[in-house]
């Protein structure tokens, strides 16, 4: 007699070979593979009727409540499926990136679960320097659109403000590209001459003007089959913008005093810190340019956009400045402080005003007075700007040592709602916490 009996949803969900959780409409987890539950150390029973911020974040409340994007609210909402860029805990306690694919599992036409897979986002080999620094909502969104072009041949567009990290950003294309065993080429127009560009992008022949002595590649070729990242697009002189366009159409470029056409394969990376569509309205930029540049526009967000990065890149900067790995983790009264700027030069100022401060610290602790702004500070941090009066709003002057422990019992021993009250970012508290422990470790032996 035939056996008709069904496989459970746990057997069709371990064939997935990614980790991969159904979860419900109230963050339940009801089922994870076994992929899931081995890249993540846990048995069954630690996952499945736990929510999945409390396993995936270490949080009491939804990611959303948190600054990152929740693929449930967005599926309840939309009925369609999503990617998202997270930060989740791994078994070790350490953050990793992973890209969330969720679709949505439908019954009577209303969604009733969210299927989830995650893949982790893991560098490929080589120095990761170059990665962006951050989990705010703002960059999260901005790495899940990253993640998804990287793969592709699609040219990118990079709009944003002066010292955003531009170049960073088309680091990180090419690093999570197919090409990224080959060149990473950039040239700046904004730092060139007319003259200067046409040579530098296409090449020339010996002799095709004064001071050519010898035949010049130019940096198409250079970046064959890696990628070109052609800073302040918005620069280029509109006779070159011509060149260009024709150099993205077919695949080809002549070098300045030559006759042969030679075919070139880059992926194609620009950017501008201009306002490229009025420029197109003003004429001084091509449209059918601007059009071809454009098929994958991303903005990278000013810093004050994300003020929630600012303390985990000021540690960034400081762990590559002489002795500044000493000053980690920051004060408390050094992350209000650094957080009351706005930043109008973004990653760029942040930076100097980090090494700046270290050097005038000389051999003392990193404090508030080290720190110089070419501006006003403006608006206090973004944390506690919600509509409900929280701890950090209260409180005036430093953050010291009682009031971490003051919003810790307020909210319970809750780390996600004590961060929220203090006004500052749940990895922040955790570090401070951490410098609580070692002070209390201290003060303890030096009693006895």
């Known amino acids: 007699m035939a056996d008709h009996s069904k496989p459970s949803c746990e057997q069709i969900i371990d064939i997935i070979p990614d980790p991969f959780v159904v979860i419900d409409r109230n963050y339940r987890i009801v089922a994870a593979n076994r992929n899931y539950r081995e890249r993540y150390g846990m048995h069954p029973e630690d996952v499945v009727g736990r929510r999945c911020h409390e396993v995936s974040h ?240 991303v903005e990278v967000p000013a810093l004050r956009e994300r003020k929630d990065d600012v303390p985990m890149l000021a540690e960034y900067f400081l762990a590559r400045i002489d002795n500044g790995k000493r000053h980690i983790p920051l004060a408390p009264e050094v992350i209000e402080t650094l957080l009351s700027y706005d930043y109008p030069g973004n990653v760029r100022e942040l930076r100097n005003i980090v090494e700046r401060a270290t050097i005038l610290a000389g051999g003392d602790a990193l404090a508030p007075r080290h720190f110089s702004f070419e501006h006003k500070k403006a608006a206090p941090s973004q944390a506690g700007q919600s509509g409900t009066s929280t701890f950090a709003e209260r409180r005036s002057g430093r953050l010291d040592n009682d009031q971490i422990v003051r919003a810790l019992e307020q909210a319970q021993g809750h780390r996600a709602h004590a961060a929220k009250l203090l006004g500052i970012s749940e990895r922040t508290l955790y570090r401070l916490i951490a410098r609580l422990q070692v002070q209390s470790v201290t003060a303890g032996s030096d009693k006895t």
Do not use: W
Request: charged content about 20%; glycine content about 10%.
């Open 58 to 297: 270490h949080s009491d409340v939804p990611c959303s409540q948190n600054g990152e994007h929740c693929p449930l609210d967005e599926i309840l909402i939309s009925k369609q499926a999503t990617q998202v860029m997270h930060v989740h805990f791994h078994s070790d306690g350490q953050e990793e990136y992973v890209q969330l694919h969720a679709s949505p599992l439908l019954e009577n036409g209303e969604v009733r679960y969210i299927g989830e897979t995650i893949f982790p986002v893991t560098p490929p080999e080589g120095d990761g320097d170059d990665l962006l620094i951050g989990r705010s909502m703002r960059l999260l969104r901005m790495l899940s659109l990253l993640q998804r072009v990287a793969p592709t041949q699609t040219t990118v567009l990079l709009l944003g403000e002066s010292g955003v990290g531009k170049e960073q950003v088309a680091k990180y294309l090419h690093r999570y590209s197919q090409c990224n065993k080959r060149p990473f080429v950039v040239i700046d127009c904004g730092a060139l001459g007319e003259s200067l560009i046409e040579s530098e992008l296409f090449g020339h022949e010996k002799g095709s003007f004064t001071g050519a002595i010898q035949r010049k590649k130019g940096l198409f070729e250079a970046a064959q089959g890696g990628t070109l990242f052609i800073d302040e697009i918005g620069e280029l002189p509109m006779s070159l913008q011509t060149k260009l366009l024709r150099a993205l159409e077919t695949g080809t470029i002549r070098r300045i005093g030559g006759t042969d056409y030679i075919n070139v394969s880059a992926r194609i990376i620009a950017a501008t810190n201009r306002d490229i569509k009025e420029m197109v309205a003003q004429g001084t930029f091509r449209q059918d340019l601007y059009y071809r540049l454009s098929a994958f526009p």
